[in-house]
């Protein structure tokens, strides 16, 4: 259960929990006015445990239990822009029926917060994680905000309110977490006090809201050649102003906190010749594997991307900068014909034009909550030094080759019987 | 109840300046249903014929409150927002008595809406969802629904040598929402404005959620002459092609029952859609037609309690 003595938590407490359990906590503690929210695995967990709240009178919000997460995000809208502040949570193959809604949630400047439980999308079936919802929806005018744990989870929804209320923004925010990974893996938790949970988010007060009958408003007009680009335009503004506020906001909670937040987290970056680059919680395991091969003297580092949106593109060009070779995972795949997943895409465009750029590649892994084993980050960091020699004698032979190649690890190739073997980068094509 | 000379001067919520065509049924549905009603209202409405005529930015006709949401959610979109009213409500913030409608054309409520209309009300949020119902898609080019009724002409169910038209019966979305058990279901048409208001007033007086279909006819879909909607709405009474019932708390009730059932050529014969039937000189369409419309008359006279003759 979330909070302690009667769900008042007037002092920290640092608690073992679930990430859910944490997201849960964290709602309670923002305590919204609506929420309304159709249970789907792994994101079930948040809503029944925020139900729960509803039913025992620990928190007053209207909780709208839904018939489709379709109806959950567009009840989640008409609450938002009737004045309340309002948060749905979903996963998976729910967050896929909800992406209709998810452009008029942004289109309409609505400050919405959800919880995504990442989860793999059909077919066939999976209800494991990976990053194929959310990443389906990264041009969908939302801020996405990756946590590697459940005290990221926790940290990040609280921050969210604030970033998606702010002004100069007022965008809706996803908050990821890896599903069962982190929405049922147990941790310990640092949790705030209600108090300072309710000073930090403040109170929502709209400028202009469908409940204030006296003023009128029409929401969602129909917008056609002579406007429609404009509204997309100044969503895209909000997009690039949002670096800033998510970086403020991540400063102050680290005043509240003690845990600082930005764009991204570099480790151990400052020296490294050979960098990972990952989101979600496999930057957890990730961190391990690069403290293992600091002690054996190689020059390892880890960028981990905590917000996809807005891309941290500046933040990357002077991490990445001075590296020799990169090598970016993905827990999805754009099955692009050999591009590899989106996070290398969009880290390649990024890097654009850095004098003397690394050479950098791309693998897509843990797709349907597939294990990735230290083991296997570190084949990465084999093949990032086996490259880093190679592009040594032949750069751009080397440059070019590495930037084309859709790795796969962890991956059963065909003829293959047991557990995935080691280095497990095969690569497509070469079957 | 109010006169029609008192309808007349209340606040416009919809002003003239709208694009809908000349004829047209919905904005006479929007009017004569939020015109009977007394506290301030905000509105949904689904996508259709009815956002895209009152809503091109920088223009809206509305002037009451307005979310446009997408097509098939105007319920789940209303929904929220009463679930806002009642959490602002509870913490002090908005004091007074709202009242919340959903319009939605039949394609938005009979198909792709139903779902979320289905929730909507089996949550039991407190709002009047209005179903303008002119039978077919006619935003998009007049295509066939699941209102569109049996033997109707459309695009994508057109007449021709093989198939005369819409094949099946159109559903009875009334009776659907009926059988949700909600305090109040009915349906009317834009011409019996006086039955119409007084169910509004019915239906927004219930504690819970309401749902009313009104026949609002198409000039264009229909093929009708503009002058023509509001007697052809009032033929489809006559004719007893769509009629008038209301089921509150569960009581089903006829509201008008003709004193000379009209025959359904009477109906059909001004509108292009049902000129085919016209030209099958067999006669069997129309008679087909006629005894679909005559079953389902006598189902709802049975429903209701009352004689084959439509008396008690």
Redesign the interface.
């Known amino acids: 259960m979330g909070g302690v003595n009667g769900h008042v938590v007037t002092q920290r407490r640092r608690m073992t929990m679930t990430g859910a359990e944490a997201t849960a906590e964290a709602m309670r503690q923002i305590h919204p006015?609506?929420v309304?929210a159709y249970p789907i695995t792994p994101q079930t967990d948040i809503v029944m445990r925020f139900a729960r709240y509803v039913s025992d009178g620990v928190v007053?919000?209207?909780f709208?239990?839904?018939?489709?997460e379709?109806?959950?995000l567009?009840?989640?809208?008409?609450?938002?822009?009737?004045?309340?502040r309002?948060m749905t949570a979903t996963s998976g193959p729910g967050f896929a029926l909800m992406h209709?809604?998810l452009y008029?949630a942004s289109g309409y400047r609505l400050p919405i917060v959800m919880p995504v439980a990442n989860r793999a999308l059909s077919g066939p079936i999976n209800i494991h994680g990976d990053h194929s919802d959310t990443m389906g929806s990264r041009d969908a005018g939302w801020i996405q905000i990756f946590s590697e744990n459940a005290q990221e989870a926790y940290d990040n929804l609280i921050q969210a309110v604030r970033i998606a209320e702010d002004p100069s923004v007022r965008l809706p925010v996803q908050v990821t977490q890896d599903g069962f990974i982190i929405t049922h893996g147990m941790e310990i938790v640092e949790v705030l006090t209600d108090a300072e949970v309710q000073q930090f988010v403040g109170t929502y007060e709209p400028e202009r809201y469908?409940?204030?009958?006296e003023r009128?408003?029409?929401?969602?007009?129909?917008?056609?050649q002579?406007?429609y680009f404009e509204v997309k335009r100044q969503l895209a503004e909000a997009m690039v102003n949002a670096r800033r506020v998510i970086a403020d906001v991540g400063e102050a909670f680290g005043r509240l906190s003690g845990r600082y937040y930005g764009l991204t987290e570099p480790y151990r970056m400052n020296d490294a010749e050979l960098a990972v680059v990952v989101l979600g919680s496999t930057a957890g395991t990730a961190k391990v594997v690069v403290d293992e091969l600091r002690n054996r003297g190689v020059k390892a580092g880890l960028v981990k991307i905590r917000v996809f949106r807005p891309f941290p593109a500046q933040n990357l060009r002077d991490l990445l900068r001075g590296t020799r070779a990169v090598g970016v995972l993905d827990r999805s795949d754009s099955v692009s014909g050999g591009l590899g997943g989106p996070v290398f895409a969009e880290t390649k465009a990024a890097l654009y034009g850095l004098p003397d750029p690394p050479v950098m590649t791309g693998y897509v892994y843990g797709l349907g909550g597939r294990d990735t084993t230290p083991e296997m980050i570190e084949s990465v960091y084999e093949d990032l030094a086996e490259l880093a020699r190679r592009a040594r004698d032949n750069y751009a032979e080397v440059v070019a080759d590495a930037a084309l190649a859709g790795h796969y690890l962890g991956v059963r190739e065909p003829g293959q019987n047991g557990s995935p073997h080691r280095h497990g980068a095969a690569k497509l094509g070469e079957r | 109840m109010p006169t029609l000379k008192e309808l007349a001067r209340r606040p416009n919520p919809l002003t003239g300046g709208h694009s809908a065509c000349a004829g047209c049924g919905f904005p006479q549905a929007v009017r004569l249903v939020l015109m009977s009603i007394d506290e301030p209202v905000v509105v949904a409405g689904a996508t259709g014929c009815m956002e895209v005529t009152t809503t091109t930015y920088p223009n809206t006709a509305w002037t009451v409150p307005f979310i446009h949401n997408a097509f098939e959610n105007a319920a789940a979109t209303i929904s929220g927002v009463e679930a806002a009213y009642q959490a602002l409500r509870r913490k002090g913030k908005i004091d007074r008595e709202i009242r919340f409608v959903a319009f939605g054309g039949d394609g938005g409520t009979y198909d792709i809406g139903l779902q979320s209309l289905s929730g909507a009300v089996e949550r039991g949020h407190r709002f009047l969802y209005v179903c303008y119902d002119n039978q077919a898609y006619m935003n998009t080019g007049i295509q066939r629904s699941s209102a569109t009724p049996f033997g109707a002409s459309t695009t994508t169910s057109p007449a021709g040598d093989v198939v005369p038209g819409k094949q099946q019966r159109r559903k009875d979305l009334t009776a659907i929402m009926a059988a949700h058990g909600i305090p109040y279901v009915a349906q009317s048409t834009i011409a019996h404005w006086q039955d119409l208001t007084r169910k509004v007033k019915r239906a927004t007086e219930v504690d819970g959620p309401s749902f009313i279909n009104v026949l609002a006819p198409c000039r264009l879909g229909w093929g009708t002459d503009p002058s023509q909607t509001i007697r052809l709405a009032e033929l489809a009474a006559e004719t007893c092609a769509w009629p008038l019932f209301e089921v509150d708390h569960g009581q089903w009730k006829v509201t008008y029952v003709p004193k000379n059932k009209l025959a359904i050529e009477e109906y059909l014969k001004p509108q292009e859609r049902f000129r085919h039937v016209f030209e099958d000189e067999t006669g069997q369409l129309l008679a087909a037609i006629q005894k679909d419309v005559d079953e389902q008359w006598q189902a709802l006279l049975a429903r209701a309690g009352l004689g084959k003759d439509g008396k008690a």
Do not use: F, K, Y
């Open positions: 006015d609506v309304a007053q919000t209207e709208v239990p839904v018939e489709s379709h109806s959950a567009s009840a989640v809208v008409g609450a938002s822009a009737a004045g309340a309002a209709e809604i008029v469908l409940l204030d009958v009128p408003m029409t929401v969602g007009a129909l917008a056609l002579n406007s």
